[in-house]
C-alpha cells in the first residue's frame, strides 16, 4: 500500500507559478500511474492531470492544459504539478492520486490518496 504527502501550496496572486510535490512511500512507486485532482468548496473532486508509470505518456484537463505540467522521478519517488500563469478559479485543495491502472486513475477507481495541499490563487 502507497502513502502520499503531497506540498508546495499556498496563497499567490493571478498570473504567478506554484509547483506541487507528491512524495510516494510505502509502495513501489514505478509501478503506479500518478495523477492531480482538485476539489474546490462545494464541488467535485476534478480531474487534472495524470501520468504514466514511465512517464512518457501525460493527460490533462482541457482547463490547465497549456499551463501545467506533470512530472515524476522515479529514484525521488516524487511525482509535481507545475503551475503557471495561475488563475483565481484554480484555487482548490489539490489532492495526488496513484493507482496500478492508468485508466482507473482518471475514473479515480481505487485510488490511493494523499491528504491534499491549499492553492488559493487571489486576483
Known amino acids: 500500500q502507497v502513502q502520499l504527502v503531497e506540498s508546495g501550496g499556498g496563497l499567490v496572486q493571478a498570473g504567478d507559478s506554484l509547483r506541487l510535490s507528491c512524495a510516494a512511500s510505502?509502495?513501489?512507486?514505478?509501478?503506479?500511474?500518478m495523477g492531480w485532482f482538485r476539489q474546490a468548496p462545494g464541488k467535485e473532486r476534478d480531474f487534472v492531470a495524470l501520468i504514466s508509470t514511465t512517464g512518457q505518456y501525460t493527460a490533462y484537463a482541457d482547463s490547465v492544459k497549456g499551463r501545467f505540467t506533470i512530472s515524476r522521478d522515479r529514484a525521488k519517488n516524487t511525482v509535481w504539478l507545475q503551475m503557471n500563469s495561475l488563475k483565481p478559479e484554480d484555487t482548490a485543495v489539490y489532492y495526488c492520486?496513484?493507482?496500478?491502472?492508468?485508466?482507473?486513475?482518471?475514473?479515480?477507481?481505487?485510488?490511493?490518496w494523499g491528504q491534499g495541499t491549499q492553492v488559493t490563487v487571489s486576483s
Open positions: 492520486a496513484a493507482n496500478s491502472n492508468i485508466i482507473r486513475v482518471r475514473q479515480r477507481t481505487n485510488n490511493y
Open positions: 510505502g509502495g513501489t512507486f514505478s509501478s503506479y500511474a
